[in-house]
């Protein structure tokens, strides 16, 4: 039981420790879309995909591929709004961003 306690801690740390680094200044009013910001900001950096951030019963079915392009999602159409409000992307830009949108997938 000792032994299998220690690898998981071990797992764990060394997952933590490899996650990718992202830029924490990255804001809403940013010109540019950080998706690494976003997930390392939500907690749902690629490193940490084998820790408690998922259930290991759904680590096979790419639920946590489905949850960081669901939340990537959401999060670059309200980045869109933000510009909007901002003045820097006109509405029929901001559509079509958000209509074009496709998350990276070689996280």
């Known amino acids: 039981m000792r032994a299998s ?3 998981l801690g ?3 740390l060394a997952a933590c ?5 992202y830029d924490a200044t990255w804001t809403w009013d940013s010109p540019v879309f950080d998706e690494e910001a ?3 900001q939500a907690g749902l950096l690629s490193a940490q995909k084998d820790t408690l951030y998922t259930s290991i ?3 096979g079915g790419g639920a946590f591929q489905r949850r960081q392009e669901h939340h990537l999602r959401e999060q670059h159409e309200l980045w869109v709004r933000r510009q909007v409000e901002l003045g820097k992307m006109t509405v029929e ?3 079509g961003r958000i209509r074009d949108y ?5 996280r």
Request: aromatic residues 4%; hydrophobic residues 55%.
């Open 93 to 95: 830009e901001a559509r």
């Open 57 to 59: 019963w759904t680590l």
């Open 102 to 106: 496709v998350p990276a997938r070689d």
């Open 5 to 7: 306690a220690l690898i």
């Open 10 to 12: 071990c797992l764990v």
């Open 17 to 21: 420790a490899t996650a990718p680094q």
């Open 38 to 40: 976003v997930l390392g």
